[in-house]
């Protein structure tokens, strides 16, 4: 991702944000329409104030530790259309439009290679 200077993230939303020990807070990302999961990433404050500024998303890679603009190497982007915060503050939703694929696999979600067996609910 080119440098740019980063926008700051607003203090009313910093302060509403629980993250973890590294400073992160999860994203789960669905597709506006369909509502379908489409994967989960992790943010920093950096990342979630450059989304909510530029309406494209941007992670945090935990692998390799540097902020992602989704789609800058893949052309398959996330074009933001809503970010909202959980109740207790340790979680985003963004709801976005997805062109192309979202996994870094090629399929159109994270959760399409592996469904695991689940018992029958019992009463």
């Not at 939303?13 to 999860?26: E, F, H, M, Q, Y």
């Not at 597709?31 to 500024?53: K, S, Y």
Request: net charge neutral; charged share 25%.
């Amino acid at each position: 991702m080119a440098r740019v200077s980063s926008p700051a993230l607003d203090p009313r939303i910093a302060d509403r944000l629980k993250r973890d020990p590294n400073g992160l807070v999860c994203a789960v990302v669905q597709q506006h329409d369909t509502r379908e999961v489409l994967m989960v990433a992790w943010m920093n404050d950096d990342a979630l104030a450059r989304t909510l500024a530029t309406g494209r998303a941007t992670y945090w890679s935990r692998s390799r530790s540097q902020l992602w603009r989704k789609g800058d190497t893949s052309g398959h982007v996330q074009l933001v259309r809503k970010v909202s915060l959980d109740c207790d503050g340790d979680a985003l939703l963004l709801e976005v439009e997805q062109v192309g694929a979202a996994c870094h696999t090629g399929d159109r979600t994270c959760f399409e290679a592996t469904t695991l067996p689940v018992a029958a609910p019992t009463a």
